[in-house]
């Protein structure tokens, strides 16, 4: 009962018997001219002394067999289209990736040439990245003078963005630690059984704390086999910067100075890719990029299995005509 019930998955092996069907209302137009035409097996001068006599009740159901006769054809008709629910099982199976998100945020991350500054800029577009990877579980480590997990690697994006969402610059000491935040980086990604394992790492400055220098950080990294994209975050030349002074807050030109050989090498170094992003467009290209470099893969299986449904429309067929077989020669048996 339950597979008639769900047309949406009811399909017809056969649909153009369904043509069959125009033969019913050529049936019906047959039978009402026929009823015109019937020879009278008794002749009467007048009706005056019948007209005003009920009709018994075999007159009235009399029309009963026609339908039963029209019923039993649509139902064969049906049955020769072979009806067929259909249920469809679908297997994703996904070959995902591991990635972690290390971001610096240092005071010089307030700097404004991006906007509206270097980490709100950042975080939008780490925003969009996560959005476009539903399949992968993705951590977030922040840093500045010294390293701290955010949230670990998760398939759970929602928490991942909220967190995203609360960084901002002071959260920790300030300074720049780029060996700290890529060993705490590795520390999350180093028991993964993902095929494959990534770390975007951002930063717009040169080390200058940390108790792990950069390049013990990377031999580290390259023993665990971990692949790390570089960005280096900051315009060529100079940036205004909100800087803090005895009257208050105030801004600032200060050189831009990124460590770029440094990042050039744990990028190549691990299999990565270094950047350069100096505005808010070339930083969402730079994600599009790692995005595409790095994709999925599912493999989607479908399995479809089908149950004929066309014995219960035969069998209705059959018990109609048999019916009307029943009580023409029967109940509705004619004199004629």
């Known amino acids: 009962m339950k597979a008639f019930l769900d047309w949406k998955h009811i399909t017809f092996a056969h649909p153009y018997f369904f043509a069959l069907l125009l033969l019913v ?28 006599l009920p009709q018994g009740a075999r007159a009235r159901f009399r029309p ?11 139902a064969v008709i049906i049955a020769l289209a072979r009806p067929q629910s259909s249920n469809t099982t679908v297997n994703n199976d996904t070959e995902g990736i591991d990635l972690v998100l ?25 925003l969009d990245f996560v959005d476009k990877r539903p399949g992968d579980r993705i951590g977030l480590v922040i840093f500045s003078g010294e390293s701290f997990t955010m ?3 998760t398939i759970d994006h929602n928490v991942l963005k909220e967190q995203i969402a ?16 890529l060993a705490t980086a590795v520390e999350r990604l180093r028991n993964s059984k993902a095929k494959s394992r990534v770390i975007v790492l951002m930063t717009d400055g040169v080390n200058n704390m940390g108790l792990i220098d950069p390049l013990t950080a990377l031999e580290i990294t390259k023993a665990f086999k971990i692949k790390v994209y570089t960005i280096g975050v900051g315009t060529q030349g100079q940036a205004l910067i909100p800087v803090q002074t005895p009257l208050g807050t105030r ?15 744990i990028a190549s170094q691990t299999g990565g890719k270094y950047f350069r992003a100096t505005n808010n467009k070339t930083l969402e290209t730079i994600y599009s990029d790692i995005d595409k470099m790095e994709k999925t893969s599912v493999e989607v299986t479908s399995f479809k299995r089908y149950a004929e449904l066309f014995f219960p429309f035969a069998l209705f067929a059959v018990i109609c005509l048999a019916l ?3 009580l023409r020669y029967t109940v509705f048996r004619s004199l004629t």
């Open 25 to 52: 209302p050529a049936m019906i137009w047959w039978q009402n001219r026929g009823r015109k035409n019937i020879n009278p097996a008794l002749r009467l001068t007048t009706l005056g002394g019948i007209a005003a």
């Open 64 to 74: 009963l067999l026609f339908v039963l006769r029209i019923a039993a054809i649509v």
């Open 102 to 126: 290390c971001m610096d945020i240092s005071g010089s991350m307030l700097a404004e040439d991006f906007k509206p500054n270097r980490i709100e800029a950042a975080k939008k577009v780490a």
């Open 151 to 153: 949230c670990p690697i």
């Open 166 to 181: 609360q960084i901002k610059s002071g959260m920790i000491q300030d300074g720049t630690s780029i060996g700290m935040g």
């Open 251 to 265: 801004k600032q030109l200060m050189d831009v100075e990124i460590d770029e050989p440094l990042l050039r090498q």
């Open 324 to 326: 009307e077989m029943g």
